[in-house]
Each structure stands twice: as structure tokens, then as C-alpha cells.
């Protein structure tokens, strides 16, 4: 049976001494249609200041057929980062994205992208992230921006950031889980050999991350454990003992390995793994707490609401929304 629902149209910024790293993840995720993923897919577009020839790193030149008027038509625009974050963005640039945000189109960035949202004046009054080493430059560039340097992303609603480079990719699999739901997000990442979910409050680096031969075994092993037991009371001393190790040196080994806290990853691994009960269940909100682990609904809301910036019940709600129109 055929949709007469439109594709999503992404609209992705080229300039002028870009890497296509950024670039490359974008057109990975939304342009590419694999067999397996639900049509309609999305339409991508990349739109330059000028059309024509754009010159990228190591020597490369990329043509784009669309200017900033591409933007028109679009739902997201990202922008995947800028030449130089010391630059000011164009006065057209300016104009095309604020334009947009007055439409209603959902705008992200992926690392120094955010300097040309901020520049735009659309993350003013609003949390925003970047790549760690630039983070600094864009709080004082832009005091009115509320700049945390630690998240992989920051989800706004209507405005996105990520942090630098490979960060980009958990930006774009969040964008697709929040189009068509964790299910479609996680095959996407199996397609594409990563991670199928980590949440953007996870530090971006890790200063000194344990080697595979000392513990990272161990904590790959506890992780595994806990996994298949969500729906039990877990805490960060059972994690500890089904390794064998003490909570002490588990605690000290887990954040150096993940660059999180144990409980904090639990909480998350029971928010993911609640998505596909209320996208493919009508369990209530009380059932589906408990199936994941949770000591109860408020608190299953809370977390789940500090994660994905929804409630489960508005969360359930939109993505039938999506899936019926």
C-alpha cells in the first residue's frame, strides 16, 4: 500500500572549506533508503550561499544546484559545522536561518555549526553544545547562549546542537528515533555499525579510558548482565559483584570506561528500552515502568522526561501522530 505521506525534506548547509566528514555522516542517515526502513524516507539537499562549485578540504570541489533558498522547502536544515568559528556568519546566512526558525523548521548543528546558530541569534536564552575545544570561544562569542561543553547533544525541541565530528551521527540517529521511533533508530545503526543509542548527556571524551586487558572486559560483561535483567531492582553493588569486583573499583572503572556513572546508564538503557513498548504496545504508563525496571511511574516520567524533553504519554501520542499521517 503506498503513503501519501511526503518525505521529510533535510536541507544540509555546504560552504566554502568544509570537511565532509560531518557532511558525509548527514548524507549517510538521510540519504541513503535501505530496504529495511520505512517509506517515506527523507528527501536530503545540500544548499550553498552560491551555487556552483564549493571548494572542500584536501582539494576536493563539491557542486550544489540549490542556494539558501533550498531552505525554503525544508523541515530540518543542519548545519554539520563552519569554516572558522572566529568568523561572522553571513548576513544571507543569518537571514536564511532565521527565516526558517520563524517557519517552524526544526534547525541543528553539528560541532562549530552552533557558532552560526548563535551568530543567527537563535540559541540566545537557550542551552546549546559544541565540540569541547571550542566550547569555551562560543561562551564568549555569545554570553546570552548557555553553553555546557559536556553533552554528545543538546535537544532544544526546535533547536539541536551536537558536539564535534562522530558526535554528528548520535545527533542524526536521535533526529530519526524522534521522526520514526527508537525501532527504526536502532536498525539504522545496525545498517550503519553504531551504536544504536547513547544519550546526550554522555560526556563527550573520556580523559583515560580503561583498557580492554585491564577491566573494560569486566564492565562490558556487567553491562550484558544488567541488560538482560532491566526489570529488576538493579543496583550499582549488584553490577559490582556479577563482575566480582568492589562498588569502589567498579565505580572508578565504569565512568573511566564509558565516561558515565553506572546508575546513570541503567537509567538510560530503561528509557531506550521503554520506547518500543510505547510505540508498539497500549500498556499503561504505570506497566511499562515496571517492565523496564522502574520503582514507579513518577519516577519512570521523570527520567524519561529529563531524557527525551517529552512525557511517555505526549511521547506515545506523537509517534502514532507520525505513523497515522
Not at 526558525?101 to 553544545?129: K, M, N, P, Y
Not at 538493579?234 to 573511566?256: D, G, I
Request: glycine residues 8%; charged residues 20%; neutral net charge.
Amino acid at each position: 500500500m503506498t503513503s501519501n505521506r511526503r518525505s521529510h525534506r533535510v536541507a544540509v548547509l555546504a560552504y566554502e572549506g568544509m570537511s565532509l566528514f560531518e557532511t558525509g555522516i548527514v548524507t549517510e542517515v538521510f540519504g541513503v533508503r535501505w530496504p529495511d526502513l520505512p517509506e517515506p524516507w527523507y528527501d536530503l539537499t545540500l544548499c550553498s550561499e552560491r551555487r556552483g562549485a564549493t571548494p572542500t578540504v584536501g582539494g576536493a570541489t563539491l557542486r550544489t544546484s540549490m542556494g539558501l533558498d533550498g531552505f525554503e522547502a525544508a523541515d530540518t536544515i543542519i548545519v554539520p559545522s563552519v569554516s572558522d568559528v572566529d568568523v561572522p556568519t553571513s548576513p544571507r546566512l543569518v537571514a536564511a536561518l532565521r527565516a526558517a526558525h520563524e517557519r517552524g523548521v526544526r534547525i541543528a548543528s553539528i560541532c562549530s555549526g552552533a557558532f552560526a546558530l548563535a551568530g543567527a541569534g537563535l540559541l540566545d536564552g537557550r542551552g546549546a553544545t559544541t565540540h569541547w575545544i571550542y566550547a569555551e570561544r562560543l561562551a564568549e562569542r555569545f554570553p546570552a547562549v548557555e553553553v555546557d561543553p559536556r553533552p554528545l547533544f543538546v535537544d532544544e525541541g526546535d533547536l539541536l546542537t551536537s558536539a564535534g565530528s562522530a558526535a554528528g551521527l548520535d545527533l542524526c540517529l536521535h533526529l530519526v528515533r524522534r521522526d520514526h521511533g527508537g525501532a527504526v533508530a536502532n536498525r539504522l545503526a545496525r545498517r550503519l555499525v553504531a551504536q544504536p543509542y547513547r544519550d546526550g548527556g554522555q560526556a563527550q571524551y573520556i580523559e583515560s579510558p580503561v583498557r580492554a586487558a585491564d577491566s573494560g572486559d569486566d564492565i562490558a560483561r556487567s553491562m550484558a548482565w544488567a541488560l538482560e535483567r532491566l526489570d529488576e531492582p538493579l543496583t550499582m553493588e549488584a553490577l559490582a559483584t556479577s563482575v566480582h569486583l568492589s562498588p569502589r573499583t567498579y565505580l572508578r572503572h565504569f565512568t573511566a570506561a564509558t565516561g558515565t556513572s553506572p546508575i546513570r546508564w541503567l537509567i538510560a538503557q530503561r528509557v531506550e528500552a521503554s520506547l518500543a513498548l510505547l510505540e508498539t504496545t497500549s500498556m499503561p504508563i504505570e506497566e511499562v515502568a515496571a517492565a523496564v525496571g522502574f520503582q514507579s511511574a513518577v519516577t519512570y516520567r521523570h527520567h524519561f522526561a529529563a531524557a527525551l524533553k517529552i512525557a511517555p504519554s505526549a511521547y506515545r501520542r506523537s509517534f502514532r501522530g507520525a505513523r497515522a499521517g
